[in-house]
């Protein structure tokens, strides 16, 4: 089992900027790749970004191409999300997930583990 922990989420005008992180503890000894995905009210849970094990590889979804920047330290155990020019429409709760085969894919079927969440709101 792998736990996740978001935190750095909150409350940011138009235009400014958040930096997400969430911490996997557990059974970390495997080469894993991890996401980012985000539910606003109302709406599927949709792909964000995904980074590889060695962090080489990235996944964005088109919606933050050139504003979020996603990043890992795997010290630390600890998967980053830089948020920057943040729109209204990116207010979501922000969820970090773990995939075991390292795919960094964009569905959400793809991930094993899931953290509870930590909400962005975006104000106008």
């Known amino acids: 089992q792998v736990q996740l922990v978001e935190s750095g989420g909150g409350l940011v005008q138009a235009g400014g900027s958040l930096r997400l992180s969430c911490a996997a503890s557990?059974?970390?000894?495997?080469?894993?790749?991890m996401g980012w995905f985000r539910q606003a009210p109302g709406k599927e849970r949709e792909f964000v970004a995904a980074?590889?094990?060695?962090?080489?590889?990235?996944n964005y979804a088109d919606s933050v191409k050139g504003r979020f920047t996603i990043s890992r330290d795997n010290a630390k155990n600890t998967v980053y999300l830089q948020m920057n020019s943040l729109k209204p429409e990116d207010t979501a709760v922000y969820y970090c997930?773990?995939?075991?085969?390292?795919?960094?894919?964009?569905?959400?079927?793809?991930?094993?583990?899931w953290g509870q969440g930590t909400q962005v709101t975006v104000s106008s």
């Open positions: 557990g059974r970390t000894s495997s080469r894993y790749a």
């Open positions: 997930a773990v995939d075991p085969a390292n795919r960094w894919l964009s569905t959400t079927t793809a991930y094993d583990y």
């Open positions: 980074i590889s094990w060695g962090g080489r590889s990235t």
